[in-house]
């Protein structure tokens, strides 16, 4: 009933920028929290950065100075600016949402099928 759907993945080179957008449709009453996970192939899924419906946003320490997260409620659509890209930075990322849904009024957890973000020579 809910879906999130992340693009902008792609192949870029270290240093280089990328902006993901993650956009949520389907039966959604309101949207709180807002976030970017990634996974490495090997590697634990990991937060890097969240953003809540006031507005307010946390980072993880290996991205902070270099990527930016944002959000139009509007649109329902969540969007991750990485600038300065390192190869470290290459992962799957994924696209997380707690959305209100209504009859319920209860607060439920989505995530996205995620998009591959490279970065290579």
């Known amino acids: 009933q809910v879906q999130l759907v992340e693009s902008g993945g792609g192949l870029v080179q270290p240093g280089g920028s990328l902006r993901l957008s993650c956009a949520a449709s389907?039966?959604?009453?309101?949207?709180?929290?807002m976030a970017w996970y990634r996974q490495a192939p090997g590697k634990q899924r990991e937060l890097v950065a969240r953003i809540m419906k006031d507005g307010s946003t946390s980072y993880a320490d290996f991205v902070k100075g270099r990527f930016t997260i944002s959000r139009d409620s509007a649109k329902n659509t969540v969007y991750l600016q990485m600038n300065s890209l390192k190869p470290e930075d290459t992962a799957v990322f994924l696209c997380y949402a707690t959305v209100v849904r209504l009859p319920t009024g209860f607060e439920y957890q989505y995530w996205g099928q995620g998009t591959q973000v490279t970065v290579s020579s």
């Open positions: 389907g039966s959604i009453f309101s949207i709180n929290v």
